[in-house]
């Protein structure tokens, strides 16, 4: 029945990587009284939250939507006496609602398990009550799957005490009903069904496969009138899949989240190794009965309920429960007081963070908690009224209520939580909760008297000795190290391209251009383990984050040591050693190694094994470590350092990942992991993904000895430009730390205490056995070597060190090749011979030598660089004519280049792709650097240099509403293939005057693309974007550019849902004009692994007809491009082969600027060697077309959609004699699903519902018409709600559409509108239009702004004071380019994120403003959050500082603070708030302006340094005014 | 690494050669030494190409960008590491090499090549005045012994590779000294033969014994070869030169190349020669057949030695200054080529075709020639050559020297002898190892690859070092070329 079982047992689907985010909700009576007018209230917000939930293939079938209330016992007493049921008084009985298999005979069954558990457990069961359900309300395949839903009353029985007692029973019945579903003998599926939503004498939950709207309908008992309840949580959920669960609808029991827990694996692994040491008096013997704690295979939210129900009911409160699950960002928190950071460390000791985007609204029953995380991507916004109502929710306006009940309006903030106590009817603010919590124990008195920090250990003495890293000595220090080296694989490469630089520079290397290397799986060279791992990163679902503007919320610290029982408080808690990093010097280690103060003791284990002895000595070491490390925690120690010092010819190294994963599986098994900590001590790490992979596998420490000696080695050999060796090996630890947060905020994740532990990576190699033993859990899709070729790989390395070698015949270290192409080192795809033999073919239009090129590509049977190079074209229908397929013209029409931006290389290299594509009818991409408008007119010829496909990525460069029309596609850009998960950087040395111009920044600064796009944190937010894009250019095609790893697929199918016409998954080795090296590397996966997910998994959820998928990624050949096709893509990418055609000769120095044929460069002189031509690039996509074509014909397919996803022509190789690759299976991956009907289809045949008919603007246009028409003044007036969204886009794209880049004159369109303003506001706005809004709005307003005016006041009749209260949402003026803003009122989170030219004003605003700022000006009369200006590298910002602490508040990593004295600083400061008074009547502009003298020198100025140096320059120039503001 | 602007910041210098006049009147190695700094300039215009071409087209596969990238900084003794890592003589390559490795850097596609060769000389010579090339005897013997016939560029490199593999070498030369072409075929202005000796005599230092006059199957049975060495390796060369059999050819002034180039190094070797067979061309009208580095090597020795005229005949036509399009980089351009021999002198003529040598009591005094037109392919065919209808012309010569090339190594006696089989070109065949069809016996070098260069000798040399170690030991730690 359910497709997605099938294809997670066959396919590459696997059901953990599901997502789902979502609106959340609440109404609350805040002194606590029932009623139902609350719950029909709640139902409301549901509804007009409805738009952030979504529906799946079946438009009526909902994700899943659902409402947490108080037992409503009135209700409940009448139908418990009118089925027979005497109900105890309230509170004294619990009532489960339970979801059953439909079929009454399996419902029997659950039914009996349910009475009998009850009985066993000493309750009373009472009775059971269908719940009236209407399920004509419900959609088509969520009827097909819909529960009979029961209602389950459970009595005290005669050995309960009170309330809270019974409410632990009723715990420990669940967790014996889930546990015994199997002994029960319930089949699969009817414990698929059987489900208990709730369970408790406090609170029920009525929650379902539904869409909001539906659920009033569906459960009749939500209409009965005496149903009533103080509160009402609701939730309405976006899911990646479509057939989802009944059980997956939010609420959970305790609380319903929006956002994702990106720690998952490692909380759950935590959880499972804390379970064999709780004790809880509370429960005595029950407790034996409760673990497992996680219910296996759920998702993350019910995962964090879990964690939750647990610490409530032993004992904690919700508030305090809710921040030791989500802390505060506390570690960098200057300013926070003593007592709550002391609470926070003391905490650290106890639980590691879930971290990830949360927001949480919990509720017992008797108080709600809201709670925001530290990076508080989440809006969250309530209101309160005079009338003590609180109306909550992700976004505002959801409850229509007048302006004049209004007592006031908020957001929550990140980091802070609030908790409405229905008992004592009121709100506890952070402040209060915070210090109720922080002085309930002496936590700052314990962890003084009992934190062991490493800082404050004793010097070790005698560390010379000890940090020569070999055992046997030689007589030769150098020659030892060498063999150390060479025994653990260094080459001379990594030592030049990664090494030196870090120990240089403190911070990683840069590369360019993409990984054209095999797998190591199937590579020839000799690997390390590390290289068979690949890092996870963030897409869609959550945030990447910016660890370096937005260090602030990040954490390297952590304590290591023995926990102790989860449920108590005492001081030995924090008896732990404290780490401030988890990368340590010898000297640290050594500390570490002798520390002995109270039970803070450490025990060396050799992680070495005898490399003499014969097969399997591998597997006995790792038996020996384990059985040793379980004796050193019987004998008290709680620090376990891992070493691999001594290797010499008797000695070989176990892989130091896989020693540390070898013994956290085994003590997680065992249940004593969490008594100890465990540090390694190895010589083979020596990267950032080396140390990334370490602490994700539970390591606490990491000390790279090897590495370290190299470094001050190198120092002292002069080859590190001067650098000393002290300053070398800080450097380095110092780059690596860097590497490793990087790689940390990548998946979102802040804090290494999070990270430990929490394997955020796929293995790609490994065998199953080898994973399931050591690395448990890993995903592992196409299987590979085992344990045996482990141990032969780390022999090989042995013998080249300890075998005897000739003397200068082999250099001191292995040359490497991994980044640079050598002869004997590793393959690369793109050699000399590819690419001379291409541009030959391209040159000379010689199909004869494409062929040759081709052929050299596609014959890997020697060197099998890729999966694709794995398998075989299987010939199994009749072959058909070459003539009767379709034309390589009708072909070409499906290629797309890459997006390239204009900057990361040059016009001239840009434009002729531009022309080329144009020329086939086929695409080219603007990359994220924006276009020039003069484009858009084509050339005398009839060529035309507009790229048909713009992008829209983080940075937002140049995206303005003439920019947006003037495409057929855009381009969302979420992932990068060369380094997903991070932001773009353009060097300063690429961006000259006519590329910052472009793109609206500052000639010569670097650029810095945010890691996530500030408008999309989740799904539902990307769904937003795509409609905004939709609106205003309803004929261009919206992509989603994804990039390939585990899950992509299941976001693919959220993207569909989300309504993109087009996804495009990327190969993981795409090209860049800049990325860390270990990026490039280390992250991501090949397309054929991504594109046969994402077929598999959107055929299984019937979306496939519905999207067009495309595949890129070192796609260079009409067989590469087959396969893509057979595997499920429909159209196709090429980046690096048009590049190499137009003459790139891989220099790979695409980030210095020296590209010396004129491509990656912007000098003036290298451009003019470039020499490619637009028929060079026609031959090319010709040829690739021609030899499709020859394939097609041999295959039996006359067009390419018949080809699309069919992976059964496709097979593995048979003569794999790899001795690595043998192992590989790509069953998995060749798996073809079907489409679940005839009518649904395995390509895309059938466009989106992008549902803008509904869109308001259809009005305004109509009304603007004399404007647009005639460019008349025309006025308009009209409500608006915040179901109204992406406001003003569409009629923006008709002005530019029109009027181009001048749009109309200023304020010909008019409108005024009132009520809250629904996401998007204004987006995109074009020039000459002018919008005011009494009311407020929702998170984005104007973003993308490319002229006009936007004023924002509060109701002229609103009770609240508007300069105290929130008007407009989080991420503002995003990526704006133009206009000016007017805003009455405070502002949320990251205010002018990306401004590039607006002028706006407004009284206060929230973290993270004016971030990545680079042009335009900003005056904020009020207030500002922390981490002001953090990356801004242009424009200015006015702050009046009333308080005079600003400073505290501010970012002076690229700018800095100074007095308005300039004349005509002070003038427009001056006249901005002015204009401010007279279009808003603003309080604080007539008090500012009234004591103008007084007021102006509490003004600070935000001045960026370069920007300062750069108008510095154009003011020497004789110009009056900076180009890039002249544009904006 | 290196210097990313170095490129632009500084163009292609190459080291002075000495002014003609003075050059020719010696027969001193024609380049003025180059001062350390000009070649850290030159080193630091290597682009450090992620894919270096220059690696691929050097046949050694030298590491080229890794040594320029160490000469900039001034590291000599690294760059001199990583140089000899691939190639054992340096000193010949940075001498006589064409450069491949230039042609094919990518800085020449649009613009002048790193200095590529002049600095492998520069780093050579540093290492020898350093002291830093010095003897590298193994450290233990096999107890394998491996017999190298021929002791030019590729047996000299399979003899170092395999000694210091542990086994025992010794080297057969029928001529009466040690280097092959490098001793008697390359002109002293082009490589000193102090150079070539210095080697030698670190060749013996590490314990390989070089037996000369010793032709094998005449004056040492190839029976007692094969018996008496666990391995051989046969690097005897490509000596069968190509002749021009038109009428007059018997004549007396006309003479193979090899003959007179050999017999100029011999005497500047200080060797005594009976004068009447001495070929000079002192005084006379000389013409050279044949337009390749052979050629241009006895122009550049009869301008030396006093020639009155010196006429040098091509029979294909005159290549093409730039490179055509269909012959794009990295492919080995095919373009004019000026050796600095042709900067001294000597007239030079293309698309001509010898028909006949005549003179009087047996001693050439004309040559009958005629001028030839060469067809555009038809397809992949080879190009139609057509002589010129009246075109004939007669030059007036006393010395004729050919240097067209050589055909394949001596197939009668030792090969023969052997029983070695012989591939299309009549090379010795070998598999992918280097071995012959008679097991036990390898073969590298010109004589199993045809007539090439030194770099491609010493290569080939390395690799038959490779497969005859494999041989012996079963595996093979000697690194591939």
Known sequence: ?1528 | MGKPTGFMDAGRQTPERRPVLERTEDYQELYVPWLDVQAQEQGSRCMDCAVPFCHMGCPLGNVIPEFNHQVYLGNWEQALEVLLATNNFPEFTGRVCPAPCEASCVLSINGDPVTIEYIEKQIAERGFAEGWIKPEPPEARTGKRVAVVGSGPAGLAAAQQLNRAGHSVTVFERADRIGGILALGIPDFKLDKQVVRRRIDLLAAEGVTFKTGVDVGVSYPVEMLLADFDAVCLTCGSTQARDLPVPGRELGGIHLAMEYLTQQNRILDGEELDPSERITAEGKRVVILGGGDTGADCLGTALRQGANVVFQYELLPEPPVERQPHNPWPQWPAVLRLSPAHEEGGVRGYNVLTKAFMGSNGTVERLHAVRVQWDQPSNNGRPGMREVADSDFIVETDLVLLAMGFLHPQHDGMLAQIGVKLDGRGNVKTDGNKMTSVPGVFAGGDAARGQSLVVWAIAEGREAARGVDSYLMGKSNLPRS
């Open chain 1, 1 to 1528: 029945m359910n497709p997605f079982k099938e294809l997670a047992r066959q396919g590459l689907y696997s059901p953990e990587q599901e997502h789902d985010s979502c609106g959340v909700g609440v109404v609350a009576n805040i002194r606590g009284e029932k009623s139902h007018q609350i719950i029909g209230e709640s139902l409301q917000v549901l509804v007009n939250l409805g738009h952030r939930g979504a529906a799946g293939c079946d438009p009526e079938t909902g994700d899943g939507a659902g409402i947490l209330i108080q037992m409503p016992h009135r209700f409940f007493r009448a139908e418990g006496s009118r089925l027979g049921i005497d109900l105890p008084a309230d509170g004294d009985y619990g009532v489960g609602m339970v979801f059953l298999p439909p079929q009454p005979e399996s419902q029997e069954k659950c039914r009996g398990l349910v009475e009998r558990v009850i009985e066993q457990e000493g309750l009373e069961f009472l009775g059971w009550r269908e719940v009236p359900v209407d399920p004509s309300k419900l959609g088509r395949d969520s009827r097909r799957v819909c529960p009979s839903i029961w209602q389950v009353f459970i009595g005290p029985g005669s050995r309960i005490d009170g309330r809270d007692q019974l409410e632990r029973k009723l715990y420990v019945v669940r967790k014996v009903i889930e546990h015994g579903a199997e002994d029960w003998g319930l089949t699969d599926e009817e414990a698929d069904y059987f489900y208990i939503c709730s369970l408790s004498c406090n609170t029920i939950v009525y929650k379902g496969l539904l869409l909001a709207h539906q659920i009033l309908g569906f459960y009749r008992d939500l209409a009965d009138e005496t149903l009533v309840s103080a509160f009402g949580l609701v939730h309405s959920r976006f899911s990646t899949n479509t057939l989802g669960h009944w059980k997956l609808a939010h609420p959970y029991r305790y609380l319903a989240h929006n956002g994702e827990i990106n720690t998952l694996r490692g909380n759950l692994n935590w959880m499972h190794a804390r379970e064999a040491q709780f004790q809880s008096t509370l429960f005595g013997e029950d407790m034996r009965k409760i673990p497992p704690i996680m219910t296996a295979g759920a998702s993350d939210t019910a995962s964090i309920d879990n964690a939750l129900e647990l610490l409530l009911m032993t004992g904690r409160d919700l508030d305090h429960a809710m921040l030791m699950l989500i802390p505060e960002a506390w570690e960098q928190h200057t300013t926070m007081i003593q007592e709550k950071k002391d609470f926070f460390e003391y905490h650290s000791c106890l639980m590691e963070p879930w971290d990830g985007p949360a927001m949480i609204v919990s509720s017992n029953g008797r108080s709600i908690c809201a709670l925001l995380d530290r990076n508080g991507f989440r809006p969250f916004r309530y209101t309160i009224t005079k009338d003590d109502k609180l109306v909550m929710s992700s976004e505002t306006g959801v409850l229509n209520i007048p302006p004049s009940q209004i007592k006031e309006k908020g957001r929550l903030q990140p980091g802070r939580m609030f908790l409405v106590n229905l008992e004592e009817g009121r709100i506890i603010g952070d402040e209060e909760l915070k210090h109720k919590l922080a002085s309930r124990q002496p936590y700052g008195q314990w962890l003084n008297d009992y934190k062991v920090a490493l800082d404050d250990l004793p010097e070790p003495a005698g560390l010379a000795a000890a940090s020569s890293p070999g055992a046997g000595a030689n007589s030769d220090g150098r020659s030892d190290l060498r063999q150390q080296k060479q025994a653990f694989g260094y080459t001379m490469e990594e030592l030049r391209m990664l090494t030196a630089p870090m120990a240089r520079h403190g911070a990683e290397a840069v590369g360019s251009m993409g990984n054209d290397t095999p797998l190591a799986v199937l590579s020839d060279q000799n690997q390390l383990l590390f290289n068979y791992f690949k890092q996870f990163f963030a897409q869609v679902t959550n945030p990447p984050l910016d660890a370096i503007r937005e260090e602030l919320v990040t954490s390297l610290q952590s304590f290591i040591g023995c926990d102790q029982n989860l449920f108590e408080e005492t001081a030995k808690h924090c008896h732990q050693l404290q780490l401030m990093s988890p990368i340590i010097s010898d000297r640290d280690l050594q500390k570490i190694r002798k520390v002995n103060v109270g039970e803070v003791r450490s025990i060396t284990l050799s992680s070495l094994f005898d490399a003499l002895h014969g097969p399997n000595s591998l597997k006995s070491a790792l038996d020996r470590l384990r059985a040793e490390a379980s004796r050193a925690i019987r004998d008290g120690y709680s620090i376990i350092i891992l070493s691999d010092r001594g290797v010499d010819r008797q000695h070989a190294p176990i892989p130091s990942l896989l020693a540390t994963a070898a013994v956290h599986h085994h003590l997680i098994r065992e249940g004593t992991r969490t008594k100890v900590g465990l540090v390694v001590e190895s010589g083979e790490p020596r990267e950032v993904h080396h140390f990334s992979l370490l602490i994700g596998y539970g390591a606490g420490a990491v000390n790279p000895y090897l590495a370290l000696a190299t470094v001050r080695e190198m120092a002292a050999a002069e080859e590190l430009n001067g650098t000393k060796p002290d300053y070398a090996e800080k450097n380095y630890i110092k780059a690596n730390q860097k590497g490793v947060l990087k790689v940390m905020s990548k998946m979102g994740i802040s804090t290494v205490r999070s990270y430990r532990g929490a394997q955020i990576f796929e293995a790609i190699g490994l065998n199953q056995e080898l994973v399931d033993e050591y690395f448990s859990w890993t995903p592992s899709r196409i299987q590979g070597i085992g344990l045996d070729a482990v141990e032969e790989e780390v022999l090989q390395r042995h013998r080249s060190a300890f075998e005897s070698q000739h003397p200068s015949s082999q250099r001191e270290l292995m040359t490497g090749g991994f980044y640079q192409w050598r002869r004997h080192g590793e393959f690369h795809q793109w050699n000399p011979e590819v690419i001379a033999k291409l541009q030959d073919a391209t040159r000379s239009n010689n199909w004869e030598t494409y062929k040759e090129f081709a052929s050299l590509v596609n014959d890997q049977s020697q060197k099998m660089a890729t999966l694709r190079g794995l398998l075989e074209l299987k010939k199994t229908q009749a072959a058909v004519p070459l003539e009767e397929v379709e034309p390589a013209s009708e072909i070409v029409k499906r290629f797309a280049t890459g997006a390239v931006s204009l900057g990361s290389i040059s016009r001239e290299s840009h434009e002729t792709i531009a022309i080329a594509m144009n020329r086939m009818g086929a695409r080219s991409n603007t990359g994220e650097g924006g276009e020039d408008f003069h484009r858009y007119t084509p050339d005398a010829n009839g060529d035309s240099r507009s790229s048909a496909m713009k992008q829209v990525a983080s940075g937002r460069f140049g995206v303005t509403a003439n920019y947006l029309v003037n495409a057929t596609d855009l381009q969302i850009k979420m992932a990068q293939g060369s380094k997903p998960g991070e932001g773009g950087q353009l060097s300063g040395n690429k961006i000259d005057e006519y590329i910052g111009w472009v793109r609206r920044t500052t000639p010569g600064v670097e650029l810095i693309s945010p890691p996530p796009h500030h408008d999309i944190y989740s799904i539902e937010d990307l769904a937003q974007l795509i409609h905004d894009l939709k609106n205003i250019n309803p004929e261009a095609r919206i992509h989603v550019k994804l990039v390939a790893e585990v899950g992509v697929g299941t976001v693919a199918a959220g993207v569909a849902k989300g309504h993109a016409d087009v996804v495009l998954i990327s190969g993981h080795d795409g090209g860049t004009g800049n990325s860390p090296e270990s990026s490039i590397k280390h992250a991501g996966l090949p397309w054929e692994l991504g594109i046969a997910e994402t077929q598999q998994v959107l055929v299984a959820n019937g979306l496939r007809g519905r999207i067009v998928v495309q595949a890129d990624g070192q796609l260079k050949t009409g067989r590469d491009t087959v396969i893509a096709a057979l595997l499920g893509a429909e159209e196709f990418g090429y980046a690096t082969a048009p590049l190499i055609v137009n003459g790139c000769i891989m220099l790979r120095k695409c980030h210095l600027g020296t590209c010396m044929v004129g491509i990656a460069t912007q000098d003036p002189e290298l451009r003019k060697r470039f020499t490619g031509q637009p028929e060079y690039l026609v031959s090319y996509f010709n040829f690739v077309a021609e030899e499709m074509r020859e394939i097609m014909a041999e295959l039996g397919f006359r067009t390419v959609n018949e080809m699309v996803g069919r992976a059964d022509l496709l097979d593995a190789r048979e003569a794999v004699y790899h001795w690595k690759a043998k192992g590989v299976d790509l069953a998995r991956l060749l798996y073809r699903q079907q489409p679940r009907s005839p009518d649904e289809a395995a390509h895309c045949c059938e466009e989106q519902d992008h549902g803008l008919d509904r869109a308001l603007d259809h009005q305004l246009i109509e009304l603007a018409e004399p404007a647009l028409n005639n460019k008349e003044r025309v006025k308009i007036e009209l409500p608006i709600c915040n179901a109204n969204r992406t406001v003003g886009a569409m009629l923006s794209g008709k002005v530019a559409k029109r009027y181009g880049e001048e749009g109309l004159p200023p304020e010909t369109i008019r409108i005024n509108f009132t009520g809250s303003a629904g996401q998007s506001f204004c987006a995109f706005l074009a020039k000459g239009i002018d919008v005011h809004l009494e009311g407020d709005t929702n998170d984005y307003l104007g973003k993308g702004m490319t002229g006009g005016r936007i004023v924002v006041c509060a109701p002229s009749d609103a009770s609240f004071v508007p300069e105290e209260n929130i008007l407009i949402g989080n991420v503002v003026l995003y990526g704006a380019t133009g206009g000016q803003v007017y805003i009455r009122g405070l502002a949320g989170e990251r205010f002018c994120v990306r401004n590039s030219g607006v002028h706006a004003i407004v009284e206060g605003v929230g973290d993270h403003a004016c971030e990545y700022m680079t042009g335009g000006v900003v005056v904020v009369l009020g207030r500002t959050g922390r981490n002001f200006a953090a990356g801004m590298s242009g424009g200015i910002a006015f702050v009046n500082d009333e308080d005079g602490d600003f400073e505290i508040r501010f970012n002076p990593g690229l700018a800095d603070l100074e007095p308005v004295t300039d004349p005509e600083d002070v003038a427009t400061l001056k006249r901005m708030i002015e204009e401010h008074l007279k279009l808003t009547g603003s309080g604080p502009a007539r008090r500012i302006l009234a004591n103008w003298d007084e007021a102006l020198p509490r003004f600070k100025k935000v001045m960026p340094r370069d920007y300062r140096r750069v108008l510095d320059e154009a003011r020497a120039k004789g110009k009056t005014e900076l180009q890039a503001t002249h544009h904006g």
